[in-house]
């Protein structure tokens, strides 16, 4: 497992240190151009990039010694080529092992964004078309009424397949849930009513409200004076420019 470091910078002149983390095939062979590491060497950063990449470096080492990172890794291939290699710190903080080369990260909800990526590719290719249906693509799918499901659908969350009715084990998940999901009865709104209807149907109305305002929460800050948040749903039309606002500073 491997991560890069992205510098970003937000509208409002915020700024992070974005860290992407992937499995990447291992390179034995060394850049030709290395890059001396004896300003990192004594915060336990271990590695090499290749001339031309110290940037990434000194954004390595920052994210440490600003950002109290206790432990991470890097590393960058450019055209087949490994360019950076880096890693450092501790892997646990008890009993404080260290971060080797080989140290495997446990990641989370990483696969959405690289599985979004890989069917965009694929569209842009021309061998996925968004509007087809599933079942085009994987004739099992259309099992329980999922026949006239497209892949836009699918993409976009409103194929009704938020869970699954069958118990899962990990050799099932170890299959991608491939099955399971064919199975599976999709759930959906026999009206076909948006989300703000449904809210205003099933939970504003009963309530005596309306779908404009979904709550209103009272806390209390920590210097002891209260305040009301307000939470919409639809913004009440034509909104106040007065309590308003927009990241370019212009009202709306």
Request: hydrophobic share 35%.
């Amino acid at each position: 497992m491997r991560a890069l470091l992205v510098p970003w910078q937000g509208k409002a002149g915020t700024s992070a240190l974005l860290k992407i983390h992937w499995y990447a095939p291992r390179n034995t062979e060394q850049p030709r151009t290395i890059a001396p590491l004896a300003t990192v060497r004594p915060t336990g950063i271990q590695g090499y990039v290749a001339d031309g990449f110290g940037a990434v470096r000194d954004a390595f080492l920052e994210n440490f010694s600003r950002r109290k990172e206790l432990g991470g890794a890097c590393c960058i291939y450019r055209h087949g080529e490994k360019v950076v290699d880096l890693w450092g710190g501790t892997r646990n903080k008890a009993p404080g092992d260290p971060w080797e080369e080989d140290t495997m990260v446990l990641v989370h909800s990483t696969t959405k964004g690289l599985a979004a990526m890989t069917l965009a590719v694929a569209h842009s290719h021309g061998w996925l078309d968004y509007e087809e249906r599933v079942c085009s693509y994987w004739p099992e799918f259309s099992q329980q009424g999922k026949d006239k499901i497209t892949v836009r659908q699918l993409l976009a969350h409103q194929a009704g397949l938020h869970a699954i009715d069958e118990p899962v084990d990990c050799g099932v998940v170890a299959d991608l849930l491939s099955g399971v999901m064919a199975r599976q009865k999709h759930c959906v709104d026999p009206r076909h009513r948006s989300l703000g209807q449904f809210f205003q149907d099933e939970i504003a109305s009963p309530w005596g409200s309306t779908s404009t305002s979904v709550c209103r929460s009272r806390s209390r800050t920590r210097s002891g004076v209260n305040s009301w948040l307000d939470v919409w749903m639809r913004c009440p039309w034509p909104p106040s420019p007065e309590k308003t606002s927009r990241a370019d500073g212009k009202h709306r």
